[in-house]
């Protein structure tokens, strides 16, 4: 699994998921090419980087809804955010070979998100759109409603067209829109996604007994989602309390029927 010797020791590792309480950018270098057959990952969304004035800032008000984390401030600027994801898609892209990374278009990343689009062109071989059915009012007027988020799928040395050379859906069974109800809140995170989410894309693009890659674990969904659907697992958060919640779950929650 590993490329070098990572000596930062796990946070917990059982039943094949392990999860690292570390930067993901601290362990990604240290996993080798192809060591994971799918990254299913859901990275914050920079919701707290607004515009005042015509130029980007941080929104000052720690209880708006735009907080979404507990532990982490959710507001890099425009440069950071897109040097950040970028390195992390081409770390997974080397790692798994095939990303689904969910993310959605807000002011503090719209940017960023369109450069990674022009960035990689030839690596995304298609586009999901994530339908919630409603979404919260946008924080201003003539600012559209996000009922929405986009699903990318990103492949390794992609050739021409839309197939994907690993997959496991035959034709007519995987539609472009997911119709999805929004996941519910956990505390000290405003942001979970929903469980159905990473199974689809686990059963979509992986087998039993593949490796899921999450660089930004939560509390967890795509790893919970990875051990009951038969698949290993290893992620990187970088809070200590979402770990906790995470690997409590793993710990609690009763594998699924197969």
């Known amino acids: 699994m590993l490329a070098r010797e990572i000596k930062l020791k796990p946070?917990?590792?059982d039943n094949g998921i392990t999860i690292y309480h570390a930067d993901c950018m601290e362990i990604l270098p240290t996993l080798a090419d192809n060591s994971c057959q799918l990254a299913v990952t859901s990275p914050p969304y920079n919701m707290r980087t607004r515009i005042r004035n015509g130029k980007y800032t941080t929104r000052e008000k720690s209880e708006h809804f735009s907080k979404k984390y507990a532990?982490?401030?959710d507001d890099l600027s425009i440069d950071e955010y897109y040097n950040l994801h970028s390195s992390v898609v081409r770390e997974m892209m080397r790692i798994a070979g095939t990303v689904m990374w969910n993310v959605q278009i807000v002011t503090g990343s719209k940017e960023a998100i369109f450069k990674i689009i022009g960035e990689f062109h030839k690596?995304?071989?298609d586009v999901v759109v994530w339908d919630k059915g409603h979404g919260q009012p946008a924080m201003h007027s003539s600012v559209i409603n996000r009922a929405?988020?986009?699903l990318f799928f990103f492949e390794k040395d992609a050739?021409?067209?839309?197939?994907?050379?690993?997959?496991y859906f035959k034709r007519g069974e995987m539609e472009d829109i997911w119709r999805i109800s929004r996941g519910s809140n956990t505390r000290g995170h405003g942001?979970?996604?929903p469980m159905e989410l990473p199974i689809k894309a686990i059963d979509g693009w992986s087998k039993s007994g593949d490796t899921i890659l999450d660089p930004f674990v939560g509390t967890g969904?795509?790893?919970l989602a990875a051990r009951n659907s038969g698949r290993k697992a290893i992620g990187m958060e970088i809070s200590e309390e979402y770990c906790e919640i995470a690997a409590?779950?793993?710990?609690q929650q009763s594998l699924a029927p197969t």
């Open 11 to 13: 946070y917990y590792e």
């Open 248 to 251: 409590r779950s793993l710990s």
């Open 221 to 223: 969904t795509t790893l």
């Open 159 to 167: 050739e021409a067209g839309r197939a994907f050379k690993r997959s």
């Open 148 to 150: 929405s988020e986009l």
């Open 191 to 193: 942001a979970t996604f």
């Open 123 to 125: 690596e995304i071989k």
């Open 71 to 73: 532990h982490f401030g």
